[in-house]
Each structure stands twice: as C-alpha cells, then as structure tokens.
C-alpha cells in the first residue's frame, strides 16, 4: 500500500495460513523491526497514531492472502 498522509484508519488481516511480517516506510523483515501477524490474525490502528507511511508485507512463501483497508 502506497504512503497517503491523509490516511485516518488502516487495517491488515492475514488470511493466509503463515505467518506474516508488517512494516511502514521501509521493507518488512523476519525480525523485531516488524510487527508478526499470525495466521488469522490482523491488526488495526484508528484515531490516535495511525502510520502513513508505505505498508510493506513479507512471510515466508509466496502467494499467501491478506486483506487491507484504508480509509481517510
């Protein structure tokens, strides 16, 4: 997901059967510098702190599914 300054809710949910890796402004990575979402998982930042950087997805085989919502 590109960068968008005016983003006021952003929400991530993995559908997929692995584990993923998120992270804003810069490429995911398999470490502490970006936040896991486990299978089936998802997380969800409105009001307060929301990133408007670039989201940036990785896990460990290709073709896996996730869904992303912004809104402004």
């Known amino acids: 997901m590109a960068a968008n300054e005016s983003r006021t809710y952003l929400a991530f949910q993995n559908i997929s059967d692995t ?3 998120v992270n804003f402004g ?3 990575t398999t ?3 970006s936040l896991r979402v486990l299978s089936g998982g998802s997380i969800t930042f409105n009001g ?3 990133p408007s950087q670039s989201v940036n997805v990785i ?3 290709a073709s896996k599914k996730f869904v ?3 809104g402004q």
């Open 68 to 70: 992303a919502k912004e």
């Open 48 to 50: 307060g702190w929301v």
């Open 19 to 21: 584990t993923m890796f």
């Open 26 to 28: 810069s490429a995911a």
């Open 59 to 61: 896990c460990s085989s």
């Open 31 to 33: 470490d502490d510098n």
